[in-house]
């Protein structure tokens, strides 16, 4: 299925980064610097806040987010924002 090839490559693209993936969660709202997610079995909604929000569907990156996550990250990983999350 695309859904698992999708789980898988963020898992594996996810592996020693600074940031974390989101299963069978659903967004709920994006509001001013945080997204409102909620769980889709218990219905618990959380916050995640981030700087930019940069909304995308498919499952490859594009160039520009691409580049992007790779300035501040590949260099110096500790710098790298903490809220750098991706859902899936």
């Known amino acids: 299925k695309i859904s698992e090839y999708a789980t898988d490559q963020f898992k594996r693209r996810s592996a020693g980064k600074n940031f974390e993936v989101k299963l069978n969660s659903l967004v709920k709202a994006v509001e001013p610097n945080r997204l409102i997610i909620a769980d889709k079995v218990t219905g618990e909604e959380s916050a995640i806040p981030f700087g930019a929000c940069v909304w995308s569907t ?5 160039p520009l987010c691409e580049e992007l996550k790779q300035t501040p990250c590949d260099d110096d990983p500790e710098s790298c924002p903490a809220n750098i999350r991706s859902l899936a």
């Open 58 to 62: 498919g499952i490859k990156m594009h």
